[in-house]
């Protein structure tokens, strides 16, 4: 015998062994449940019997019961526990005596090794401590299938752990339709595993046969892939067992369950919805403005008409790139407007064969103008009322100069004067200098339409103002601005940190994102369209950072997520990680680190040697931030004043504000 297959016998027997005893490391010994006012049971249940037994071959019947040495409840039952493979009728799984009946209802096909997969849901009735990992295995053929393999799961874009995810086998021959993979909708897997929380799975009972191997992480619990609902993976190539690494399995002493050494990584990601293009409905949330709803992107509308607005000028604006919402905002007054709004729309919209077909909605929209406050609810007439022109603006006392002013306005934009506006460049502290009139960019977003971005030739530690008059805009609801004025400074970038990347690419042309995270995951810069070469990023939060590559294989600037009908991957995404196998990057005031990244190397064919890596990595980060809890929780018990001081602190990032007229802070 080979030795990757006595490691593989080794392994199984010991798999076999562990779940039918429940002793040594995959569950400890379990007393009787101690009298009350004794010690809490810290123990899990303890499997005493198995009717008919473990590994029973040929099997026959409908009933299976499993008898435990103490008490048991059941907890999150639908949730924990399923079937391998996939049964189309659930068993039924009820509580008898000290012991678990299985009630099998439906018929299983023959020579087959079915496991039933009880997760967390057995516990102990007194301190609901969980039992673990409990199987139950049989046959209806005349042997057990007993190969195993393991595997990892991830999310595609940000790496992250993505637990409790079926690990679906199907037989190598199951689709056979060329660059259209339906395998998931048609055909059902013949072995079913899933992860553990911490992205770890242990597949066993598996032949000796090539398998195509598909990861579904099923949100609606309906054991059946829905896209746009539940987040899917897939291998390019077929896997077999026999064929595969040697592979460790220990047990977990802090997480409580099975742990192996992964042969294989899922880059679980969410594929574009299959939806029946239909109307959703339409709303009329104020006078001019209304929202109109579809089930599915891009809608064909042919006409969209409303009755007595035919001299009206109408501004869409569609709420995400996907284009299924769709804001009208008329260039009136609400006032102005009807209260009821009649109108009509001609699109297309699938019928029940999912044919795009012609179809006619009518509008009748109401909407009321805002009574008018009581007399004694009205301010003295010596107050002004607010002018009700609202934007916010993004900004602070300091300026980072890479980041543009951003001003996000509650209606659109009817008008504006930009020549009205005037940025100017201050003299200096010591009064040297004269005040210069600074030129400067107004630009409309092209999605956000009720967005713009001001932006100029910064010059670093300059002081500059910024003064907008009133009246330089006016929104379709006939409201203008007061002035409008900020002084602020441009933060020079000795107060950060910068970044120098020396990239090397797979090629000349290839491209790639540069992303910079905060320890949290936060986004604090993004680069895309880089190049082999040497690359700065400057303006660099002091503190500690990590680099995350995307490789842009279509060069668009993003991300882009995968599809499995076409069986394209997601773009590969991974951890910049210096020698000490460490992803956190330490940063302080006006260093600049320089770093040499090969993206070869990078996004190399992943190893197991490069998933333990990344599992030590997500291990140690787990066992700081535990450590770190319990300081936070000790300093809490220990202070007796947990009072802090006021105020606010205004650093390098943009805040947001609202305005409602009158002078204003960047």
Request: charged share 25%; with cysteine.
């Amino acid at each position: 015998m080979s030795v990757r297959k006595r490691d593989i016998t080794k392994t199984v027997a010991l798999i076999v062994v562990l779940a039918f005893f429940s002793i040594g490391l995959l569950s400890r010994c379990a007393s009787v449940a101690a009298p009350q006012g004794g010690p809490k049971d810290s123990l899990p249940p303890k499997v005493v019997a198995m009717t008919p037994a473990y590994g029973t071959t040929n099997f026959k019947g409908k009933r299976i019961y499993i008898e435990f040495d103490e008490y048991v409840q059941l907890k999150d039952q639908q949730k924990e526990f399923y079937t391998s493979p996939f049964m189309k009728k659930k068993p039924s799984v009820v509580l008898r005596g000290r012991g678990v009946q299985i009630d099998l209802q439906e018929d299983l096909d023959s020579n087959r090794t079915y496991a039933l997969n009880f997760g967390s849901s057995v516990c102990d009735n007194n301190e609901a401590i969980p039992y673990t990992g409990l199987r139950y295995v049989f046959s209806t053929g005349d042997h057990i299938d007993s190969l195993v393999m393991s595997g990892y799961t991830v999310d595609a874009m940000s790496g992250d752990t993505v637990g409790n995810v079926y690990l679906l086998f199907y037989e190598a021959a199951v689709d056979s339709i060329p660059d259209y993979d339906s395998t998931l909708f048609k055909a059902t897997p013949v072995c079913v595993a899933r992860s553990f929380p911490n992205g770890i799975f242990i597949a066993e009972n598996l032949r000796p046969a090539d398998y195509r191997i598909y990861a579904l992480e099923d949100n609606n619990g309906n054991q059946t892939y829905e896209p746009g609902a539940d987040r899917v993976a897939f291998l390019d190539s077929v896997y077999n067992p026999e064929r595969q690494q040697p592979f460790e399995i220990w047990y977990d002493t802090v997480r409580k369950y099975m742990q192996a050494d992964p042969q294989l990584q899922f880059r679980v990601f969410m594929d574009k919805p299959y939806r029946r293009q239909t109307f959703l409905g339409a709303q009329r949330p104020m006078g001019n403005k209304v929202l109109i709803s579809f089930m599915a992107p891009q809608p064909e509308i042919s006409e969209l008409t409303f009755e007595g607005c035919d001299t009206i000028p109408i501004i869409t604006e569609y709420m995400s790139p996907k284009h299924d919402s769709i804001v009208l905002w008329f260039d009136a007054a609400a006032e102005a407007m009807p209260d009821t709004l009649r109108g009509r729309m001609i699109f297309k919209q699938h019928d029940s064969v999912m044919r795009l077909v012609t179809d006619t909605q009518n509008f009748k929209l109401g909407w009321r103008v805002p009574k008018k406050e009581d007399d004694k609810k009205k301010k003295k007439e010596d107050e002004l009322e607010p002018n009700p022109f609202k934007v916010q603006v993004a900004g602070g006392a300091t300026l980072n100069p890479e980041k543009d002013i951003v001003f996000k306005f509650d209606y659109p934009l009817k008008s504006l004067d930009t020549v009205a506006i005037v940025l100017e460049k201050l003299p200096g502290e010591e009064g040297g200098g004269d005040t210069v009139r600074v030129p400067f960019t107004f630009v409309q977003d092209t999605l956000k339409i009720r967005e713009w971005a001001f932006s100029a030739s910064w010059e670093v530690n300059q002081k500059y103002r910024l003064t907008i008059p009133a009246g330089t805009f006016v929104n379709t609801n006939r409201e203008s601005n007061d002035t409008l004025r900020s002084e602020f400074t441009i933060e020079s970038p000795d107060k950060y940190a910068t970044l120098e990347l020396n990239i090397k690419g797979k090629t000349p042309e290839s491209e790639y994102i540069v992303q910079v995270l905060n320890m949290n995951g936060g986004l604090i810069k993004e680069v895309a369209h880089l190049r082999s070469g040497t690359h700065k990023l400057q303006y660099i939060d002091v503190g500690s950072v990590k680099i995350r590559l995307v490789e842009d294989q279509n060069g668009n600037g993003k991300w882009d997520s995968g599809s499995l009908t076409e069986r394209k991957q997601p773009e590969r995404v991974e951890m910049f990680v210096d020698e000490n196998n460490s992803e956190e990057i330490v940063t302080k005031e006006n260093w600049e680190l320089v770093f040499d990244v090969d993206m070869n190397q990078i996004f190399a064919p992943v190893t197991m040697e490069r998933m333990q890596n990344k599992i030590a990595r997500d291990n140690l980060k787990m066992l700081q931030e535990r450590m770190e809890k319990r300081e936070e929780e000790a300093k809490k018990k220990n202070s007796s004043n947990s009072g802090g001081s006021g105020g606010i602190g205004i650093g390098s990032g943009m805040g947001s504000m609202n305005q409602l007229g009158g002078s204003f802070g960047m």
